[in-house]
């Protein structure tokens, strides 16, 4: 029973984190006519907000359980990111169809793809550091004493 509450609450905050920024961002997208507000808070909440508030919030999650199932967790938060970056994806070719048509759709530039790759190279570098440091803190300290004591 303790593992389906801790699946539960654990999918909540994933999804809390991932669906409710995405839904102001949209209205942020939607509202802001000089694209100069949203494109930049995007970019700052998929590649730095959203990564360390997953680590944070299941850090504290694992704490209240004692349970620490890092190897699901970073697969949930990797496909989290990567749902939220195409979320945002969508948000910036419903503001671009707004004023051209369909041209957001059909024509997605090298200039955003190069922004999508930043946004997955920080967002999976900050993930890949709580990583280590989740797998090096699981490392028994016995282990480490009977290492330094050969």
Do not use: H, Q
Not at 28 to 54: C, Q, V
């Amino acid at each position: 029973m303790n593992n389906k509450k801790y699946t539960f609450e654990t999918s909540k905050t994933v999804l809390f984190w991932t669906i409710i920024p995405n839904i102001f961002l949209f209205i942020f997208w939607k509202f802001d006519e000089t694209f100069s507000f949203a494109p930049t808070l995007t970019i700052f909440f998929n590649s730095i907000i959203l990564p360390i508030a997953l680590i944070i919030s299941v850090k504290n999650i694992n704490e209240k359980y004692n349970k620490n199932w890092w190897y699901l967790n970073y697969v949930i938060f990797t496909l989290s990111v990567l749902l939220s970056i195409f979320f945002n994806l969508f948000n910036w070719i419903l503001s671009v169809e707004k004023e051209n048509g369909f041209y957001g759709r059909n024509n997605i530039d090298k200039g955003t793809w190069m922004i999508i790759n930043l946004e997955l190279m920080i967002g999976f570098g900050i993930l890949c550091i709580g990583l280590i440091y989740d797998i090096i803190k699981s490392v028994p300290k016995s282990n480490i004493n009977l290492e330094n004591e050969k």
